[in-house]
């Protein structure tokens, strides 16, 4: 079994329920809600085949974060950030 992790961008943010409740302006009690930006995606899967087939479509659907000169690892500068890890 493999484990795909892939980093994507221009994710657009999802309105989330923290599970608090706080006062609104208006003085009643309401959920709270905060901004979140779900950018990495992460999948099992049972063999090669299928982590590509995955892959293939995560990129149809997102664009793949790539390294950033300044900002990561120079290694890690132009390259799409995809991490395949074997599980049990």
């Known amino acids: 079994m ?6 994507v961008t221009d994710v657009p943010r999802a309105e989330v329920r923290t599970g608090k ?3 609104n302006a208006a ?3 309401v959920d709270e809600v905060k901004q979140k930006i779900h950018n ?6 049972k063999d090669r085949k299928e ?3 995955k892959l293939g479509q995560i990129r149809t659907k997102y664009t793949i974060l790539k ?3 300044g900002q ?4 890690k500068v132009d390259k799409e950030f995809i991490q395949i890890s ?3």
């Open 2 to 7: 493999y484990r795909l992790t892939v980093h």
């Open 21 to 23: 409740k706080i006062k």
């Open 27 to 29: 003085g009643k009690w």
């Open 40 to 45: 990495v995606i992460s999948y099992e899967c």
């Open 51 to 53: 982590v590509a087939r």
């Open 67 to 69: 390294g950033i000169a």
């Open 72 to 75: 990561h690892k120079v290694s």
């Open 86 to 88: 074997n599980i049990k």
